[in-house]
Protein backbone atom coordinates (compact mmCIF):
# COMPACT_ATOMS: atom_id res chain seq x y z
CA UNK A 1 0.00 0.00 0.00
CA UNK A 2 1.03 3.49 -0.69
CA UNK A 3 2.12 5.50 2.20
CA UNK A 4 1.21 9.53 2.21
CA UNK A 5 2.78 12.17 4.47
CA UNK A 6 0.90 14.72 5.90
CA UNK A 7 2.33 17.68 3.79
CA UNK A 8 1.79 15.64 0.57
CA UNK A 9 -2.29 14.91 1.28
CA UNK A 10 -1.98 18.43 2.14
CA UNK A 11 -0.07 19.60 -1.48
CA UNK A 12 -2.56 17.32 -3.20
CA UNK A 13 -5.85 18.47 -1.91
CA UNK A 14 -4.73 21.66 -1.88
CA UNK A 15 -3.94 22.38 -5.64
CA UNK A 16 -7.03 19.80 -6.64
CA UNK A 17 -9.34 22.51 -4.44
CA UNK A 18 -7.75 25.29 -6.80
CA UNK A 19 -8.03 23.53 -10.68
CA UNK A 20 -10.71 23.57 -12.37
CA UNK A 21 -11.54 19.70 -13.76
CA UNK A 22 -13.48 20.53 -17.04
CA UNK A 23 -10.59 23.22 -18.13
CA UNK A 24 -7.00 21.16 -16.85
CA UNK A 25 -8.89 17.52 -18.15
CA UNK A 26 -9.45 18.98 -21.25
CA UNK A 27 -5.79 20.59 -21.70
CA UNK A 28 -4.13 17.32 -20.25
CA UNK A 29 -6.27 15.40 -22.51
CA UNK A 30 -5.21 17.93 -26.02
CA UNK A 31 -1.68 18.24 -25.21
CA UNK A 32 -1.64 14.40 -25.00
CA UNK A 33 -2.99 13.99 -28.21
CA UNK A 34 -0.53 16.71 -29.42
CA UNK A 35 2.52 16.03 -28.13
CA UNK A 36 2.47 12.18 -27.91
CA UNK A 37 0.50 11.90 -31.22
CA UNK A 38 0.14 8.33 -31.51
CA UNK A 39 -1.95 8.48 -28.73
CA UNK A 40 -4.65 9.37 -30.95
CA UNK A 41 -4.93 6.04 -32.26
CA UNK A 42 -7.45 5.80 -29.42
CA UNK A 43 -9.82 8.26 -30.63
CA UNK A 44 -10.55 7.38 -33.97
CA UNK A 45 -14.10 8.39 -33.55
CA UNK A 46 -13.34 11.23 -31.90
CA UNK A 47 -13.59 13.80 -35.31
CA UNK A 48 -11.47 15.94 -36.30
CA UNK A 49 -7.54 15.93 -34.91
CA UNK A 50 -5.80 16.92 -37.66
CA UNK A 51 -3.68 19.97 -35.86
CA UNK A 52 -3.58 21.18 -32.92
CA UNK A 53 -5.93 23.80 -33.33
CA UNK A 54 -8.08 21.40 -33.98
CA UNK A 55 -7.46 19.06 -31.00
CA UNK A 56 -7.84 22.05 -28.88
CA UNK A 57 -11.43 22.85 -30.12
CA UNK A 58 -12.56 19.63 -30.01
CA UNK A 59 -15.66 18.99 -27.99
CA UNK A 60 -14.85 15.24 -27.64
CA UNK A 61 -11.97 15.80 -26.63
CA UNK A 62 -12.59 18.57 -23.81
CA UNK A 63 -15.48 16.23 -22.69
CA UNK A 64 -13.56 13.21 -22.38
CA UNK A 65 -10.77 15.21 -20.88
CA UNK A 66 -13.07 16.35 -18.02
CA UNK A 67 -14.02 12.53 -17.67
CA UNK A 68 -10.85 11.63 -17.17
CA UNK A 69 -9.39 13.97 -14.67
CA UNK A 70 -12.62 13.73 -12.78
CA UNK A 71 -11.90 10.57 -12.08
CA UNK A 72 -8.81 11.35 -10.67
CA UNK A 73 -10.58 12.98 -8.24
CA UNK A 74 -12.17 9.93 -6.70
CA UNK A 75 -8.35 8.86 -6.87
CA UNK A 76 -7.66 11.82 -4.88
CA UNK A 77 -10.95 11.17 -2.59
CA UNK A 78 -9.60 7.82 -1.80
CA UNK A 79 -6.01 8.20 -1.67
CA UNK A 80 -5.85 4.84 1.17
CA UNK A 81 -7.60 2.61 -1.07
CA UNK A 82 -6.14 3.48 -5.03
CA UNK A 83 -5.73 -0.49 -5.97
CA UNK A 84 -9.59 -1.14 -5.03
CA UNK A 85 -10.80 2.52 -6.43
CA UNK A 86 -9.29 1.54 -10.08
CA UNK A 87 -9.99 -1.99 -10.02
CA UNK A 88 -12.82 -2.05 -12.53
CA UNK A 89 -11.45 0.56 -14.53
CA UNK A 90 -8.10 -1.12 -14.80
CA UNK A 91 -10.35 -4.26 -16.13
CA UNK A 92 -11.95 -1.90 -18.66
CA UNK A 93 -8.89 -0.36 -19.99
CA UNK A 94 -7.45 -3.57 -20.76
CA UNK A 95 -10.07 -6.23 -21.42
CA UNK A 96 -12.37 -3.54 -23.76
CA UNK A 97 -10.05 -0.40 -24.62
CA UNK A 98 -7.15 -2.61 -24.99
CA UNK A 99 -4.88 0.26 -23.87
CA UNK A 100 -0.90 -0.03 -23.14
CA UNK A 101 -0.62 1.14 -19.74
CA UNK A 102 2.87 3.13 -21.03
CA UNK A 103 -0.25 5.75 -21.57
CA UNK A 104 -1.14 6.22 -18.12
CA UNK A 105 2.36 7.23 -17.80
CA UNK A 106 2.45 9.76 -20.54
CA UNK A 107 -0.64 11.23 -19.33
CA UNK A 108 0.62 11.40 -15.68
CA UNK A 109 3.44 13.46 -16.97
CA UNK A 110 1.52 15.98 -19.32
CA UNK A 111 -0.80 16.70 -16.52
CA UNK A 112 1.85 17.35 -14.19
CA UNK A 113 2.79 19.96 -16.90
CA UNK A 114 -0.39 21.54 -17.07
CA UNK A 115 -0.29 21.82 -13.36
CA UNK A 116 2.54 23.35 -13.60
CA UNK A 117 1.46 26.19 -15.99
CA UNK A 118 -1.49 26.92 -13.98
CA UNK A 119 0.18 27.21 -10.68
CA UNK A 120 3.80 28.37 -11.88
CA UNK A 121 5.51 29.30 -8.56
CA UNK A 122 3.09 27.44 -6.39
CA UNK A 123 4.23 24.61 -7.91
CA UNK A 124 7.19 24.02 -6.19
CA UNK A 125 9.94 21.15 -6.23
CA UNK A 126 8.08 19.30 -3.19
CA UNK A 127 4.69 20.15 -5.09
CA UNK A 128 5.90 18.18 -8.18
CA UNK A 129 7.45 15.56 -6.37
CA UNK A 130 3.81 14.72 -5.11
CA UNK A 131 2.31 15.26 -8.21
CA UNK A 132 4.78 12.93 -9.78
CA UNK A 133 4.32 10.31 -7.32
CA UNK A 134 0.22 10.27 -7.17
CA UNK A 135 0.02 10.29 -11.40
CA UNK A 136 2.73 6.97 -11.01
CA UNK A 137 0.42 5.30 -8.77
CA UNK A 138 -2.73 5.91 -10.54
CA UNK A 139 -0.83 4.26 -13.55
CA UNK A 140 0.02 1.40 -11.56
CA UNK A 141 -3.25 0.98 -10.23
CA UNK A 142 -5.08 1.35 -13.48
CA UNK A 143 -2.12 -1.44 -15.24
CA UNK A 144 -2.57 -3.82 -12.34
CA UNK A 145 -5.69 -5.85 -13.47
CA UNK A 146 -4.12 -6.44 -16.73
CA UNK A 147 -3.43 -9.84 -18.04
CA UNK B 1 12.09 10.91 -34.39
CA UNK B 2 12.56 13.84 -36.74
CA UNK B 3 13.01 17.75 -36.10
CA UNK B 4 10.93 19.12 -38.25
CA UNK B 5 11.38 22.77 -39.38
CA UNK B 6 9.21 24.03 -37.28
CA UNK B 7 10.32 22.45 -34.23
CA UNK B 8 13.34 24.04 -35.04
CA UNK B 9 11.99 27.11 -35.00
CA UNK B 10 10.00 26.67 -31.94
CA UNK B 11 13.11 24.95 -30.17
CA UNK B 12 15.69 28.10 -30.75
CA UNK B 13 12.75 30.59 -30.44
CA UNK B 14 11.98 29.06 -26.85
CA UNK B 15 15.77 28.99 -25.96
CA UNK B 16 15.94 32.74 -26.88
CA UNK B 17 13.28 33.81 -24.82
CA UNK B 18 14.74 31.87 -21.91
CA UNK B 19 17.67 33.74 -22.79
CA UNK B 20 20.10 34.65 -20.15
CA UNK B 21 17.80 32.85 -17.21
CA UNK B 22 19.19 29.36 -18.91
CA UNK B 23 21.32 28.99 -15.87
CA UNK B 24 18.53 29.13 -13.33
CA UNK B 25 16.42 27.02 -15.53
CA UNK B 26 19.38 24.29 -15.84
CA UNK B 27 19.45 24.50 -11.51
CA UNK B 28 15.82 24.23 -11.17
CA UNK B 29 15.55 21.61 -13.21
CA UNK B 30 18.12 19.85 -11.06
CA UNK B 31 16.48 20.97 -7.75
CA UNK B 32 13.17 19.54 -9.06
CA UNK B 33 14.67 16.46 -10.29
CA UNK B 34 16.31 15.05 -7.09
CA UNK B 35 13.08 16.01 -5.68
CA UNK B 36 10.55 13.95 -7.66
CA UNK B 37 13.07 11.09 -8.93
CA UNK B 38 15.44 10.46 -5.84
CA UNK B 39 17.18 7.63 -7.31
CA UNK B 40 19.27 10.52 -9.79
CA UNK B 41 20.86 11.63 -6.86
CA UNK B 42 22.60 8.41 -6.73
CA UNK B 43 24.68 9.80 -9.76
CA UNK B 44 25.72 12.54 -7.22
CA UNK B 45 26.93 10.83 -4.11
CA UNK B 46 30.05 13.65 -4.12
CA UNK B 47 27.73 16.73 -4.36
CA UNK B 48 25.84 18.60 -1.66
CA UNK B 49 22.01 18.15 -2.67
CA UNK B 50 20.67 20.86 0.17
CA UNK B 51 18.36 23.15 -1.37
CA UNK B 52 20.47 26.67 -3.04
CA UNK B 53 24.07 23.70 -3.11
CA UNK B 54 26.69 25.82 -5.35
CA UNK B 55 27.37 22.28 -6.74
CA UNK B 56 23.98 22.11 -7.91
CA UNK B 57 24.09 25.56 -9.44
CA UNK B 58 26.98 24.94 -10.49
CA UNK B 59 25.95 21.80 -12.78
CA UNK B 60 22.23 23.09 -13.66
CA UNK B 61 24.56 26.34 -15.36
CA UNK B 62 26.58 23.18 -17.33
CA UNK B 63 23.07 21.61 -18.27
CA UNK B 64 21.93 24.59 -19.58
CA UNK B 65 24.40 25.37 -21.96
CA UNK B 66 24.89 21.80 -23.04
CA UNK B 67 21.01 22.98 -24.24
CA UNK B 68 21.25 25.89 -24.94
CA UNK B 69 24.11 25.03 -27.46
CA UNK B 70 22.24 21.99 -28.80
CA UNK B 71 19.29 24.30 -29.64
CA UNK B 72 21.51 26.97 -31.58
CA UNK B 73 22.85 23.64 -33.37
CA UNK B 74 19.60 22.18 -33.80
CA UNK B 75 20.46 20.98 -37.30
CA UNK B 76 23.39 19.05 -35.75
CA UNK B 77 22.76 17.98 -32.31
CA UNK B 78 25.45 14.59 -32.68
CA UNK B 79 27.96 17.41 -33.73
CA UNK B 80 27.31 19.85 -31.63
CA UNK B 81 27.23 17.23 -28.27
CA UNK B 82 29.75 14.46 -29.41
CA UNK B 83 32.17 15.33 -26.79
CA UNK B 84 29.82 15.14 -24.51
CA UNK B 85 28.24 11.93 -25.89
CA UNK B 86 31.86 10.47 -25.50
CA UNK B 87 31.76 11.62 -21.85
CA UNK B 88 28.37 10.05 -20.93
CA UNK B 89 29.33 6.81 -22.67
CA UNK B 90 32.95 6.34 -21.19
CA UNK B 91 33.02 7.74 -18.18
CA UNK B 92 29.51 9.03 -16.88
CA UNK B 93 27.10 6.10 -17.96
CA UNK B 94 23.74 7.58 -16.92
CA UNK B 95 21.50 5.24 -17.35
CA UNK B 96 19.42 6.21 -20.54
CA UNK B 97 15.98 6.88 -18.27
CA UNK B 98 17.09 8.97 -16.66
CA UNK B 99 17.21 11.57 -19.25
CA UNK B 100 13.68 10.86 -19.55
CA UNK B 101 13.53 12.38 -16.04
CA UNK B 102 15.52 15.58 -16.94
CA UNK B 103 13.52 16.18 -19.89
CA UNK B 104 10.39 16.12 -17.55
CA UNK B 105 11.74 18.31 -15.04
CA UNK B 106 12.97 21.20 -17.80
CA UNK B 107 9.51 21.10 -19.29
CA UNK B 108 8.18 21.71 -15.31
CA UNK B 109 10.38 24.69 -15.13
CA UNK B 110 9.01 26.06 -18.36
CA UNK B 111 5.84 25.79 -17.69
CA UNK B 112 6.09 26.69 -14.04
CA UNK B 113 8.44 30.05 -14.81
CA UNK B 114 7.13 30.65 -18.62
CA UNK B 115 3.59 29.23 -18.57
CA UNK B 116 2.60 31.64 -22.11
CA UNK B 117 5.93 30.06 -23.28
CA UNK B 118 4.77 26.70 -23.27
CA UNK B 119 1.74 26.16 -25.87
CA UNK B 120 0.99 22.86 -26.69
CA UNK B 121 2.83 22.70 -30.24
CA UNK B 122 6.10 24.40 -28.29
CA UNK B 123 5.62 21.70 -25.73
CA UNK B 124 5.48 19.44 -28.32
CA UNK B 125 8.95 20.65 -29.84
CA UNK B 126 10.83 20.98 -26.82
CA UNK B 127 9.77 17.41 -26.13
CA UNK B 128 10.92 15.93 -29.07
CA UNK B 129 14.53 18.22 -28.99
CA UNK B 130 14.88 16.57 -25.89
CA UNK B 131 14.42 13.15 -26.86
CA UNK B 132 16.75 14.18 -29.14
CA UNK B 133 19.68 15.62 -27.08
CA UNK B 134 19.07 11.93 -24.90
CA UNK B 135 19.43 10.07 -27.79
CA UNK B 136 22.85 11.70 -28.92
CA UNK B 137 24.39 11.97 -24.74
CA UNK B 138 23.51 7.83 -25.19
CA UNK B 139 24.13 7.05 -28.54
CA UNK B 140 27.62 5.49 -28.04
CA UNK B 141 26.60 3.83 -25.17
CA UNK B 142 27.26 0.41 -26.57
Not at chain 1, 58 to 65: C, I
Not at chain 1, 96 to 104: A, G, R, S
Request: aromatic fraction near 8%; include cysteine; hydrophobic fraction near 45%.
Amino acid sequence: MVHWTAEEKQLISGLWGRLSVEECGAEALARLLIVYPWTQRFFGDFGNLSSPTAIIGNPKVRAHGRKVLTSFGEAIKNLDNLKGTYSQLSELHCDKLHVDPENFRLLGDILVIVLATHFTKDFTPACQATWQKLVGVVAHALARKYH
Amino acid sequence: MVLSASDKANVKAAFGKIGGQAEEYGAETLERMFAAYPQTKTYFPHFDLGKGSAQVKGHGKKVAAALVEAANNVDDIAGALSKLSDLHAQKLRVDPVNFKLLGQCFLVVVASRNPALLTPEVHASLDKFLCAVGTVLTAKYR
